[in-house]
């Protein structure tokens, strides 16, 4: 029942800047976790930014002090601010949410992504 959206990709050079936004859709009751993955080709996914309500976010190493993400439960929607950009970079990015029923149980979503490409 939920519908997750991404936006914002695109080809950039290195050291500029990117901004991708994610819109939840759907049946959701309550929001409880927010955030970004990425995968390049032949490469693990990697988790990039996680927010839950009450706690500060939370980046993946590679991409501290360079990448910001927010969200607005209200609107149902979470950002990820890239600045600084790497060749690294290059992946295909989703957005991911963790929603609770009525009943607290936690059920998980996730958009079809969004190609991100840093190159000179």
């Known amino acids: 029942q939920v519908q997750l959206v991404e936006s914002g990709g695109g080809l950039v050079q290195p050291g500029e800047s990117l901004t991708l936004s994610c819109k939840a859709s759907g049946s959701i009751f309550t929001i409880y976790a927010m955030g970004w993955y990425r995968q390049a080709p032949g490469k693990q996914r990697e988790l990039v930014a996680r927010?839950?309500?009450?706690?500060?976010?939370k980046y993946a190493d590679s991409v501290k002090g360079r990448f910001t993400s927010s969200r607005d439960n209200a609107k149902k929607t979470v950002s990820l601010q890239m600045t600084t950009l790497k060749p690294e970079d290059t992946a295909v990015y989703y957005c991911?949410?963790?929603?609770?029923?009525?009943?607290?149980?936690?059920?998980?979503?996730w958009g079809q992504g969004t190609q991100v490409t840093v190159s000179s």
């Open positions: 927010l839950t309500s009450g706690d500060s976010p």
């Open positions: 991911y949410i963790v929603v609770l029923d009525s009943s607290l149980s936690e059920e998980y979503y």
